[in-house]
């Protein structure tokens, strides 16, 4: 069964929103004595009474802003807390209280009553909170949120017990190289909706020739048994004109759109990215109250073949990147500057589309992916998967239906990653993926779903689970580093391998080359800049090769720009395969990728 509906906090008519955003109080319980806080209740009282506190801005990551080795590498709970104001005039109101993403288990109560767990990192949860708030006066919220990975956590990770100079020290050791970032990620936001609200929105969208058919489903929350709401919905174009003749009554039916300004992805349409709005109305007879919500929307079709994926009935090809939520000092958290320059960057380049790698991006991210018409292969937090059991799949179907959840809705959303890189080769992995993807097909049969797959084609148990095939391979770097000369012939082949093996369409997910901006050796030479050229330029030749046989579908180079990673001497400050540095600006090859890449645009 779906989950109850978790609609993005949007401002109307009928609705308020309020932001905890800011600084916090924060603290860190000692590191021989980590569960103190719990022990002690620390969430009964104000945090600076029972600790030192400093103040956390969030959102961020909480590892890089100070100059603590030790808060950096921290490893179990850190305490935050903040205190604020609800208005006497909410009193009316239901109030909830929405956390974008806490890494990775957050407890969080409120004026000393524990109201919510989470567990999963970047994924909203909210609860309602309008029977333990108190209106008009100061309120508190206290959260603790624990960064620890282990086997059945998604990722997962191991935490060891090490020999250090002063004692033993836990560590959390993972297999996967992106730092472990940890903290409120993303907003707490306040927000109200009144007694009777709109609590869902399900969309099916339909283009048949020059119409299209929009099929609506609103849930709707906090209906007394024998009340009948009346529920409205309307269409609006970009220009915030109505698009229908009549507003469709019901919580379920059908909206007709004539000539509809269709959603297409970047290089395909003048205006890519074009969005509707979807009004619901829900009117209660006898409540003094309606509710408003406003929903972006894009009408477009997608569908899928065993060689191609098309939108509005046109196969797409797939340029662009594997990315991070990856910046400096704020790690991995919301920063809209950040998020602003990676479009402005991905539209110079030239690319249409990337892979959320490795787990969920913001909605503010995705907002700017839907409105720019970025294709978005949106990759749940599964990395690495191995030591398959019941518990890990439990977690691994919620983090699905979390992110579908969320977004559903969503025109960019084209493709699911189940997992990135799991070790597919192993005898239980076969039925341990049918079960996730048949999961995922349950909640969403509209789109198609993928692995970004790295074990080898002959080896693979879970490929025949999917829609469409993706490939991680690191030709000239992870193997036989240094020979540029192998790499088409070997992309070629493996792409092709892929396509015999499941008869399903084909696409490179990640490849690419560390290197070390300003670094120049002739002839290439690995790290430098020039080696990365030759890398992307060899790779360019197999896809020019594979494109004309039919069944490849896209290519995706490993990594947009520079990110942090774990310690370890292969890392120079972290993953260096961007082609812009963590500071956003280019590298060498940055300007051979935005030749190719706008010369596809060109083909279109
Ligand atoms: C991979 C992973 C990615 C790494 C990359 C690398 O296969 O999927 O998360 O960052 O290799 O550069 O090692």
């Keep these: ?104 288990f957050a407890q969080v109560w409120l004026n000393s009553h524990l109201l919510m767990n989470h567990e999963m990192g970047h994924l909203p949860f909210e609860a309602e909170i309008t029977s333990t708030a108190i209106f008009g006066e100061r309120n508190w919220i206290t959260v603790a949120v624990d960064n620890t990975l282990i086997q059945t956590s998604i990722p997962q990770g191991k935490i060891v017990d090490t020999e250090a100079d002063n004692g033993t020290v836990r560590v959390q050791t993972y297999t996967f190289d992106f730092f472990n970032y940890a903290g409120i990620h993303r907003s707490v936001l306040l927000h109200t909706k009144p007694r009777v609200f709109v609590e869902d929105i399900n969309i099916n969208i339909e283009v048949i020739n020059d119409k299209s058919i929009i099929k609506y489903a609103i849930e709707i929350g906090g209906l007394n048994e024998n009340e009948t709401p009346f529920c409205q919905v309307n269409l609006l174009d970009a220009d915030d004109q109505y698009s229908i003749d009549e507003p469709s009554t019901g919580t379920q039916g059908i909206l007709k759109v004539a000539s509809p300004h269709l959603w297409w992805p970047r290089s395909m349409d003048s205006n890519p990215g074009y969005m509707y709005t979807l009004e619901v109305t829900v009117i209660v007879p006898n409540a003094t109250e309606l509710d408003i919500y406003r929903l972006p929307i894009g009408i477009r079709s997608l569908r899928w073949t065993n060689k191609s994926l098309l939108i509005n009935e046109k196969p797409i090809y797939f340029r662009g990147f594997g990315r991070h939520e990856d910046s400096a000092i704020r790690g991995r958290g919301l920063d809209l500057v950040t998020v602003a320059r990676d479009h402005e960057l991905l539209k110079w380049v030239g690319a249409n589309a990337y892979r959320t790698s490795h787990y969920p991006y913001s909605d503010e991210v995705l907002d700017v992916a839907d409105r720019l018409g970025f294709l978005i292969v949106n990759e749940c937090p599964s990395v690495d998967t191995e030591n398959f059991s019941p518990t890990l799949l439990k977690r691994h179907k919620q983090s699905l239906s979390e992110l579908i959840r969320r977004d559903k809705n969503r025109p960019s959303v084209v493709m699911w990653s189940i997992a990135n890189e799991p070790r597919t080769q192993l005898p239980e992995a076969g039925l341990y993926f049918k079960q996730v993807a048949h999961h995922t097909k349950t909640l969403d049969p509209t789109r198609p779903i993928t692995i970004a797959l790295a074990r080898g084609v002959m080896e693979d148990k879970a490929g025949q689970y999917l829609d469409v095939i993706s490939f991680n391979r690191y030709n000239a770097w992870y193997s036989n580093t240094g020979r540029i000369d192998m790499i088409t012939n070997r992309v070629i082949s493996e792409a092709q391998a892929w396509h015999y093996k499941y008869n399903k369409p084909v696409l490179m997910s990640e490849y690419g080359a560390d290197t070390m901006p300003g670094l120049h050796e002739l002839p290439e030479y690995v790290w430098s800049e020039e080696y990365q050229m030759e890398t992307m330029s060899k790779h360019f030749e197999a896809f020019d090769k594979l494109r004309i046989q039919g069944f490849f579908i896209g290519e995706f180079i490993w990594n947009f720009a520079d990110f942090r990673t774990a310690q370890t001497y292969t890392r120079v400050g972290g993953n260096k395969k961007g082609i812009f540095t963590r500071d956003r600006q280019p590298k060498m090859v940055a300007h051979h990728v935005r030749k190719r890449y706008h010369a596809l645009n060109a083909e279109q």
């Design 1 to 104: 069964p779906a989950l109850p509906g978790l609609l993005y906090p949007r401002e109307s008519e009928s609705r308020e929103v309020k932001s905890l955003d800011g600084f916090w109080d924060f603290t860190v319980p000692p590191t021989n004595d980590l569960q103190k806080g719990h022990r002690e209740g620390w969430f009964s009282s104000s945090l600076s009474k029972v600790a030192t506190v400093m103040q956390m801005p969030v959102p961020s990551s909480y590892n890089d802003i100070t100059t603590s080795r030790a808060l950096r590498d921290h490893v179990g709970p850190v305490w935050y807390e903040k205190s604020f104001f609800i208005p006497a005039s909410w009193k009316q109101k239901r109030v909830f209280l929405r956390f974008g993403s806490v890494n990775y």
